[in-house]
T-cell receptor
Framework: EDQVTQSPEALRLQEGESSSLNCSYT??????LFWYRQDPGKGPEFLFT???AGEEKEKERLKATLTKKESFLHITAPKPEDSATYLC?????????????FGGGTRVLVKP | DSGVTQTPKHLITATGQRVTLRCSPR?????VYWYQQSLDQGLQFLIQ???????AKGNILERFSAQQFPDLHSELNLSSLELGDSALYFC?????????????FGPGTRLTVL
């Protein structure tokens, strides 16, 4: 069964304190790995798609990387507005359609 | 704003009742997905439609059904509601049905079953 595990579950950072979030996956035939940001009570907001090991994507203070077993979301010099839950999800090649299997998320709180 | 719209925003109903949630995809997107998010289960895939046809199914209960109409909007019907059905229900849309496909999520419908 496809599994996606995110760690840590929660992260408290001081403004400017860089850190990394981990998403490890056990799947057959990764088609794509996605990162989303979710604010409380809102829908997930798309951040990145990673397709193959070694790929990196950047957006403002966020950088996502991918290996054959895991993905990291690096937050550089975070600001309070980066506080959110970060979700990773995988789309698997053998499955019909495009369903996403999500991890449990990492809740990030950035204090000023 | 993702461009995906969902109505209603909140729904409060009683056990045993039936409700309908509505979703309009982003302009040009042909695929619509439904997800359920609860505190203990996280985000769970329910069902996908592509251009009116069912494309993939997750652990969707038999009491739940969905359809996509010719104008591409979709409805999720939940019947014989139970307390455990209380959750956030999200609709997402994407352009393709052959992946990988970036999915864009709507604001959600919060369902409370009393």
């Amino acid at each position: 069964e496809d599994q996606v595990t995110q760690s840590p579950e929660a992260l408290r950072l001081q403004e400017g304190e860089s850190s990394s979030l981990n998403c490890s996956y056990t799947v057959s035939g990764l088609r794509g790995l996605f990162w989303y940001r979710q604010d409380p009570g809102k829908g997930p907001e798309f951040l990145f798609t990673l397709y193959s090991a070694g790929e990196e994507k950047e957006k403002e203070r966020l950088k996502a990387t991918l290996t054959k077993k895991e993905s990291f979301l690096h937050i550089t010099a975070p600001k309070p507005e980066d506080s959110a839950t970060y979700l990773c999800a995988v789309e698997v090649g053998k499955a019909a359609g495009n369903k996403l299997t999500f991890g449990g998320g990492t809740r990030v709180l950035v204090k000023p | 704003d993702s461009g995906v719209t969902q109505t209603p925003k909140h729904l409060i109903t009683a056990t045993g009742q039936r409700v309908t949630l509505r979703c309009s995809p982003r302009s040009g997107d042909l695929s619509v997905y439904w997800y359920q998010q609860s505190l203990d289960q996280g985000l769970q895939f329910l069902i996908q439609y592509y251009n009116g046809e069912e494309r993939a199914k997750g652990n969707i209960l038999e009491r739940f059904s969905a359809q996509q109409f010719p104008d591409l909007h979709s409805e999720l019907n939940l019947s014989s509601l139970e307390l455990g059905d209380s959750a956030l229900y999200f609709c997402a849309s994407s352009l393709r049905d052959r992946g990988p496909a970036e999915q864009f999520f709507g604001p959600g419908t919060r369902l409370t079953v009393l």
